[in-house]
């Protein structure tokens, strides 16, 4: 089973990007706060979904895997929950998303 992290961004969140333990540990890591939450999703075992058009937030996104995140930090990360969500699948949302998608089989 595995948990599917939509927006694991916030979709560009201020607040949640500007957090100070992100801020520390991007600091601690050498990374930037976003590689950090995407890091702390990982290793938590989201299958994450970061979008972007600009390549090097692409590059960066993908800059995940030099680096580990102790158990205290993520516990502390985890620790941050405000119990916000940035999406919730509904019918609608996911009839919605099949129409943007093409089929598997279609896909060059």
Request: glycine residues 4%; without cysteine; aromatic residues 10%.
């Amino acid at each position: 089973m595995a948990i599917q992290a939509w927006y694991p961004l916030g979709r560009g969140d201020k607040v949640l990007l500007e957090e100070p333990v992100f801020t520390s540990l991007a600091e601690k890591y050498k990374k930037t706060n976003a590689q950090i939450i995407l890091r702390w999703h990982v290793q938590a075992g989201n299958i994450i979904i970061p979008g972007s058009k600009n390549p090097d937030h692409i590059k960066a996104n993908l800059d995940l895997f030099d680096f580990a995140l102790t158990r205290e930090e993520m516990a502390e990360i985890e620790g941050l929950d405000q119990e916000k969500h940035y999406y919730t699948s509904t019918p609608e949302k996911l009839k919605q998303y099949e129409t943007m998608v093409p089929a598997v089989n279609a896909q060059k």
